[in-house]
């Protein structure tokens, strides 16, 4: 696997590929690598010539510095992890690479709606952070296909907007939530949580499941106050929000739509570390 610290040598790379007609599938990430990232490699394995991962904590998508500065970093691993499936190559690029290149020009565009709700309302700019960045990131890769997980449905949501937006052609793939054998959606942020928070980050699964449960059987707002009530009274257990939403919009739901348009959404805080979650139903 190549490693790329430099756009330029990066930009050499992709170029050589494109000029024997090779296609290039992006994943980027913001490092500290698990299984729900190598999915996302081996979609791209299966769909690109050339899969390229990205590896950047990208400042600009943080509302909390405090949560920036503890963001866990594991480059070593996270070479060694990609190299084992198969990626071909990985840009590394510094902050003053990027945002500091005489040729950047920021990328701002109207999110609408989408950056007001949910993780737009409560991590401010955080979406207009993601935007700008994997827009600079198809501006230096040229990707003909893009992997993002449906962990951060949100996100997905925003950059499908964003290509809408500026006519791209890149194809992007919704790839599956992945989880630990107990459910947990696996996530950087689980590395920060400590014995107990561990088992008590397993109730946004459980929470999920519990809803699509008794979904049907109790109306929207009674079961997003009911989970919301329980889950506040756990010990170092704050929820952010729990939402139920139509999956094409993100729109709130009054009452429940046909089979695989509900979608369950929460956010929680255990102990300092806030975790995320959605489920289909
Ligand atoms: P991150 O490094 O957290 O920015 O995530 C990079 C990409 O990996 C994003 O598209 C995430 O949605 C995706 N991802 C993170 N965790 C998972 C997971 N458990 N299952 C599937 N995709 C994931």
Known sequence: MEVFYSKKKLAGFLDSQKEIEKTIGLVPTMGALHEGHMSLIKEAREHS???????????????????????????????????????????????ESLYGADDYRAFEMDLGYL????????????FNGVV?????????????????????????????KMLNYIHSDILLFRCPIVRESDGLAISSRNRQLNRTERQLALNLHLTLLDIKDEYKKTNVQTLIDKHTERLNKLKNVV??????????????????????KNLVLIAVFVGKVRLIDNLLF
């Open 115 to 126: 950056d007001k709700i949910l993780e737009g309302a409560k991590r401010p700019g955080h």
């Open 49 to 95: 010539d050339i899969v390229v991962a990205t590896i950047f904590v990208n400042p600009k998508q943080f509302d909390n510095k405090e949560d920036f500065d503890k963001y866990p970093v594991s480059i070593e691993d996270d070479i060694r992890m990609l190299e084992t499936n198969e990626c071909d190559a990985v840009f590394i690029p510094s902050e």
């Open 239 to 260: 929820v952010d929000y729990i939402e139920i939403a139509d999956s094409d919009t993100l729109q709130h739901l009054n009452e429940w739509k046909s089979a695989g």
């Open 132 to 160: 700008e960045i994997v827009h600079l990131l198809f501006e230096i890769i040229h990707p003909d296909f893009v992997f993002f997980g449906m962990k951060d449905y949100q996100q997905v949501m925003v950059i499908e």
